[in-house]
């Protein structure tokens, strides 16, 4: 609206190419080819495309700032990776954008490239996951998933289904496939998960934690790993359903049936983990809600009558599993 962006077309059709295939981009900051002076110009450094959740979350966002909208969004593929999230933030001051939304990779980092926008005059809305800052100024607000909350969710839960399936009294293994280490989604789901397991230290042994990025395929090739060394897994936390989906991989080449043999848990609740949940391979995902397109659209719209925003927003997310997922999954968008 109030500054020009120099669009390229070339990387327009690129962030046109990622939003259809849920490719990944070069890690340039792409502009639509129609952006204007006379509409809102949104930059958005997205962590990458690494998940079902991931893709929902950039269609979200492409969707809702359109043109039709009051908006030319330029968005950013940062492939996971930090650096390329500071250099797209860079792009989008030189750009002088009106606002910068920022998925962070991982939560720490943020200081100086923040203070730049800070100093530049752009608004920085924080979505999805945060940031650790001493000056909370550098972003206006933040808003997502409650990630403590979810990992507690998974262990309350498990806690009730144990009871249900007779198995309250025994000391069950359990293995976490963990996020991308230091991103708040893992920070706070590991929290979340080893506090309430660890009051219960009869019930829950965890044998081992390690990351598998967030992905299918590095979930299944830690769980084929976390399967030779512990013949006897009783439970899988994966921080998100691609890793589940991976793990279930990895159970069933070796004979194992997901959902039975082992209990497998996921985060995100993505309309593929509902479909394994009613399958029987996984018994209960906890939601994280991606849809923060119009959401951070309503922040925008607020600063832009000049109206005080909520510094933290957090989003309403459910806990799903085989009592309910058939009923939900015809009203789950993605
Ligand atoms: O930050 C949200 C997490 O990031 C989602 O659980 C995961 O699927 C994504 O990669």
């Given at each position: 609206m109030k500054k020009l962006v120099a669009g390229v077309m070339a990387c327009a059709l690129m962030a046109g190419a990622a939003f259809a295939g849920g490719s990944q981009d070069s890690g340039a900051a792409a502009a639509p080819?129609?952006?204007?002076?006379d509409t809102i110009v949104v930059g958005y450094a997205q962590v990458g495309a690494e998940s079902d959740w991931r893709t929902a979350n950039t269609v979200s966002f492409q969707t809702t700032f359109v043109p039709e909208n009051g908006y030319t969004l330029i968005f950013n593929d940062a492939q996971q990776k930090q650096e390329n999230q500071i250099r797209a933030i860079r792009d989008f001051i030189q750009q002088e954008v009106d606002y910068i939304v920022l998925a962070p990779v991982?939560?720490?980092?943020?200081e100086t490239v923040l203070s730049e926008a800070k100093a530049a005059g752009i608004p920085v809305i924080l979505s999805d996951r945060e940031v650790k800052v001493t000056?909370?100024?550098?972003?206006?607000c933040w808003v997502g998933g409650n990630f403590v909350k979810e990992g507690e969710d998974a262990v309350k839960w498990l806690d009730a289904y144990l009871e249900e399936i007779g198995r309250g009294d025994e000391l069950m293994n359990v293995v976490i496939l963990q996020g991308?280490?230091?991103a708040s989604a893992q920070v706070g789901r590991t929290e979340g998960v080893t506090r309430l397991m660890g009051e219960k230290p009869e019930r829950y042994n965890i044998l081992a934690m390690q990351t598998g990025e967030f992905t299918q395929s590095k979930g299944q090739e830690v769980m084929e790993s976390f399967l030779k060394a512990y013949p006897d897994i009783d439970i899988v936390i994966a921080e998100n359903d691609n890793m589940g989906f991976g793990a279930i991989d990895a159970i069933k080449a070796v004979g194992k049936k997901p959902g039975e043999d082992i209990i497998i848990i996921t985060f995100d609740a993505v309309r593929a983990a509902f479909e394994r949940i009613i399958a029987g391979e996984i018994n209960c995902a906890v939601e994280c809600n991606p849809l923060h397109g119009p959401r951070v659209a309503e922040i925008i719209q607020k600063l832009e009558a000049g109206e005080p925003v909520e510094k933290k927003q957090y989003v309403d997310e459910g806990v799903f599993d085989i009592k309910n997922a058939a009923a939900e999954l015809p009203n789950r968008a993605y």
């Open positions: 080819a129609d952006s204007g002076n991982v939560e720490t980092g943020w000056d909370e100024s550098l972003y206006v991308t280490i230091g």
